[in-house]
């Protein structure tokens, strides 16, 4: 089992900053996969930015050259830093990362953080 801890979110004007963490801990072999999704009021939930455990990331067209993803894997801890923040970007942030546990593979979620750009 995993268990997914987040900090980070609040409300912020736009053109500011904001920095989500995630820290990791449990029962795992290995975590493959850390990233961040997002879900504003009546859409889906969707993929903001993912990075695996060799550094390869990727993120949602919109927040390229704006968000950054990294990772520490020591610390088994992701975080997601925020930069040019638009009200777009309001939404509740949740932490997921896809584990090797001792019988399979399997997605685990963070409780979500609430990010509020607004003037």
């Known amino acids: 089992q995993v268990q997914l801890v987040e900090s980070g979110g609040g409300l912020v004007q736009p053109g500011g900053s904001l920095r989500l963490s995630c820290a990791a801990s449990?029962?795992?072999?290995?975590?493959?996969?850390m990233g961040w999704y997002r879900q504003a009021p009546g859409k889906h939930r969707e993929l903001v930015a993912g990075i695996t455990s060799g550094g390869n990331t990727n993120y949602a067209d919109s927040v390229k050259g704006r968000f950054t993803i990294s990772r520490d894997n020591a610390k088994n801890t992701v975080y997601l830093q925020m930069n040019i923040l638009k009200p777009e970007d309001t939404a509740v942030y949740y932490c997921?990362?896809?584990?090797?546990?001792?019988?399979?593979?399997?997605?685990?979620w963070g409780q979500g953080n609430q990010v509020t750009v607004s003037s």
């Open positions: 449990g029962s795992f072999f290995r975590i493959y996969v």
């Open positions: 997921n990362a896809r584990a090797l546990l001792a019988t399979s593979e399997k997605d685990y």
